[in-house]
């Protein structure tokens, strides 16, 4: 079995996505992150291009990675200079690194138009470039920009490039969709054909504007490269790159062809949301293999199935790239879903038990007045807990009072609760303020609490989402209220419906302390 090469363009090709600005601490934690999941190359940035890449590449010479060689990209050189006295190759050189990428054109309609050189310059332009570099570094390979383009126009051309570069000495001939929208069957096509002409390795690097990358990359795999490019969740200007997180299990796991250790594949999850928290973007939920969604089973159907052979809904076990199986409850839930929660909850519950129906039927009637418990699981372990019995009520509402006042023009409202608990025989009535006023009813419920049950110190609101449920009904539409709390070590969602946003709120509220109380006890 050979081994497939990744290489990781996230820190230079991943870099050019809107919004993304690693900075050069990013780029080294992402680094080790990288060398961790042990992909072969990291292509780390373009050191003719800022200083910040300049400082990564003095500084990533200190790390000590263990798997991963770490790669400067560059362009050929300048049409007027000579390969010597070009800055983007003395950039090249002083970046120190061990191998060199540097891309060139290969589309005769870019070397015309972009370029502005002729035909023949562009192929010396290519050749001196590579064999200026090849006396500088260990490895240089040479990516071929707008390959597909350049071949579906101009085969002859495109593949007289590949040959100037390989003439040159070039270690890996990498032919890139640039524009992205080349269609799988035609990668797959002239990849075969580029690969019985030459005889280095041949690599793939994938954009994504037609939607096709991760399956051309895994097709062009197929047809003979060794070599493939892409970036961790498919980071990458315009639409992104290909996606290494898919690429990768789907070489190994589907293909059967080598790239990571199996305990390596494990760190895939991980590395995927290192990189989304680092570039500081939200997790894509839907991603393939790593996301929070690979793997969840919402229809009754599926849990039921699952629960019997995983297999039946999961194309492969999500343990291998480190992620798990996810059992969601909403309205398309059955009793399946019903026993496993339980089952996750803690709560003995046999496949005969008539509370299970109960259960369902409460969760479907819950979910069509507005509720919706996949986001909000805190609040239906409550309410499986209330239905069987098995929750102990840990105070009572006695009354609160919300003033919203504002005393005149320009100055920020105030917003003031008061709220009247009792706790065992005590009844404790209490006040506090807020910036708005749910935030002064959270202060308030918080603060008379906190005298019994001091554990509710820890707890802080994380986020608290309000979404219309009734349109056309204006101020009086009926809300959905999501609140996400945590302590040191767990987060947990709940959730509120009414008329009224407070009454909503105050639902969500007492769900999330309630719930911190319980699992204190238990
Ligand atoms: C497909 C890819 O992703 S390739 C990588 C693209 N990434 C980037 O561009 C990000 C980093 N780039 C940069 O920081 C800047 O563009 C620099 C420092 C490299 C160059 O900046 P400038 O010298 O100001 O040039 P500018 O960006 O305006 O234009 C690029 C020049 O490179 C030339 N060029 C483009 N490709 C190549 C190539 N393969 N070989 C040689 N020259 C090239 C262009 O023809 C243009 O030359 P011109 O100014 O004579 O028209
Ligand atoms: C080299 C490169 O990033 C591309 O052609 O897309």
């Known amino acids: 079995m050979h081994r497939i090469d990744i290489y990781d363009t996230t820190l230079r090709d991943g870099a050019q996505s809107e919004d993304i600005s690693f900075s050069v601490e990013d780029k080294l934690r992402i680094t080790e992150k990288l060398d961790e999941l042990g992909v072969h190359y990291i292509e780390g940035g373009y050191p003719g291009s800022n200083p910040r890449d300049i400082d990564y590449f003095r500084k990533v010479s200190r790390l000590k990675l263990v798997n991963s060689k770490v790669v400067a990209f560059g362009s050929t050189h300048r049409p007027k200079k000579k390969p010597g006295g070009d800055e983007t190759m003395k950039a090249l050189i002083e970046a120190g690194t061990p191998i060199i990428t540097i891309f060139g054109k290969t589309w005769d309609f870019h070397v015309k138009e972009a370029l502005r050189v002729s035909l023949e310059e562009n192929l010396d332009i290519i050749h001196d470039s590579v064999t200026f570099l090849k006396k500088h570094a260990e490895k240089v ?129 991980d590395v995927s949301r290192f990189v989304t928290e680092i570039a500081n973007l939200r997790h894509f939920k839907r991603q393939p293999y790593t996301g929070d969604s690979a793997f969840a089973h919402k229809g009754g159907m599926h849990v039921s199935a699952i629960l019997k052979r995983p297999e039946t809904y999961e194309h492969v076990s999500p343990g291998l790239v480190g992620n798990s199986q996810r059992v969601l409850i909403s309205d398309l839930a059955g009793k399946s879903n019903i026993l496993r929660k339980a089952e996750e909850f803690g709560i003995r519950l046999s496949t005969d038990s008539v509370q299970i ?132 070590g767990n987060r947990w969602g709940t959730v509120g419906v009414s008329e009224n946003i407070i009454e909503a709120s105050y639902q969500a509220l007492v769900d999330s302390v309630d719930y911190k109380l319980l699992k204190e006890e238990e």
């Open 357 to 488: 129906q109960d259960i369902v039927t409460k969760l479907k009637e819950l979910e069509n007045q507005g509720f919706q418990f996949e986001g909000a699981e805190a609040s239906f372990e409550l309410l499986m807990k209330k239905s069987l019995g098995l929750h102990k009520k840990f105070f009572e509402l006695m009354g609160f009072r919300l003033i919203v006042e504002k005393r005149k023009e320009g100055e920020e409202p105030i917003s003031e609760a008061t709220i009247m608990v009792k706790v065992g025989g005590h009844v404790e009535h209490t006040a506090a303020t807020g910036k708005g006023p749910v935030n002064a009813l959270d202060n308030a419920l918080r603060k008379a609490l906190e005298k019994f049950y001091p554990e509710l110190k820890e707890v802080k609101l994380h986020d608290y989402k309000v979404r219309v449920l009734t349109a056309g009904k204006g101020t009086s539409a009926k809300v959905r209220v999501l609140v996400e709390s945590g302590d040191k």
């Open 141 to 269: 390979f040479f990516d071929a920009e707008h390959f597909f383009d350049g071949y579906i126009n101009n085969p002859k051309y495109a593949l007289k490039c590949l040959k100037a570069a390989q003439d040159a000495g070039a270690d890996c001939l990498v032919l890139c969709d640039t524009n992205g929208g080349t269609i799988t069957s035609v990668v797959g096509d002239v990849v075969k054909k580029a690969v019985k002409g030459y005889a280095v390795p041949i690599g793939v690097h994938m954009h994504n504007d037609a939607d096709c990358a991760v399956a051309s990359s895994v097709t062009g795999v197929e047809t003979g490269a060794s070599h493939v490019q892409g970036t961790i969740n498919g980071l990458g200007e315009r639409c992104g790159n290909a996606n290494l997180i898919s690429i990768i299990p789907n070489i190994q796991l589907k293909l059967g062809m080598k790239c990571l250790t199996p305990e390596q594949l494990r760190k895939l999850r």
